[in-house]
């Protein structure tokens, strides 16, 4: 089956410009992961849905950043005043459960200008 | 926070040669994962271990989950050209969230 898509796979925006990355989950997995992987670094969590909980919001690294995740499936990480510190691939991952293996998407290369 | 200090950052090896990478911390982890990433793709699970002192293969790959919780290796045995890429350990700390708190990764280069 589909594995977890992310759209756009690269983006370059503007410093001081918003912008919206997509995350499709795999079909019925209710976990969903949203990190962050710097150049030549490893990755970092940013935020956690799971089902219908008030998701875990405790790695972004700023009030630019939000997400959602509409009817516990598509999800969208949205960055505000985009700054070149944000430049970095934004990785998304499914899971089944909380408690089960995470599989990642390709990500999304942001370069902010 | 949690960190996870992995080493070597780097190896360049021939291709036939073994292979060990491995993760400590200090604090206490739940699990420990080993993930692979090639160029523009996300990581991809290699091998999960759930127990102190569990051993386990998969393949020509072997990881430990260190006794005191802290530590983990991979070994990959006999390397050939497609295990080239980053390889990243992972795990998730005890009473933390699902989150994943990952090392800075080990970049493998063979020479064929």
């Known amino acids: 089956g589909a594995g977890v898509s992310q759209s756009p796979s690269n983006k370059v925006t503007e410093k001081g410009k918003d912008v919206e990355l997509r995350c499709d989950p795999i079909?019925?997995?209710?976990?969903l992961y949203w990190y962050r992987q710097s150049l030549g670094q490893g990755l970092e969590f940013l935020i956690y849905?799971?089902?219908?909980?008030?998701?875990?919001k405790s790695g972004l690294p700023s009030d630019r950043f939000s997400a959602e995740r509409t009817g516990g499936s598509v999800s969208t990480l949205t960055i505000q005043r985009t700054q070149q510190e944000d430049s970095a691939v934004y990785l998304c991952?499914?899971?089944?459960?909380?408690?089960?293996?995470?599989?990642f998407g390709p990500g999304t290369r942001l370069t902010v200008l | 926070g949690q960190q996870l200090n992995q080493s070597p950052q780097s190896m360049f090896i021939q291709e036939g040669e073994d292979v060990s990478m491995n993760c400590t911390s200090s604090?206490?982890?739940?699990?420990w994962l080993w993930y692979k990433q090639e160029p523009g793709e996300g990581p991809v699970l290699l091998i999960a271990?759930?127990?102190?002192?569990e051993l386990t293969s998969n393949g020509r790959l072997t990881a430990q989950f260190g006794i005191t919780r802290k530590d983990s290796f991979l070994n990959i045995s006999a390397s050939i050209p497609s295990d080239v890429g980053i390889y990243f350990c992972?795990?998730?700390?005890?009473?933390?969230?699902?989150?994943?708190?990952f090392g800075q990764g080990t970049r493998l280069t063979i020479n064929p």
């Open positions: 991952a499914s899971s089944k459960d909380a408690y089960n293996e995470q599989f």
């Open positions: 079909s019925g997995h209710t976990a």
């Open positions: 849905f799971q089902g219908n909980s008030a998701p875990d």
């Open positions: 604090s206490i982890f739940n699990t």
């Open positions: 271990l759930y127990k102190a002192g």
């Open positions: 992972a795990g998730h700390v005890i009473q933390g969230a699902q989150k994943l708190v």
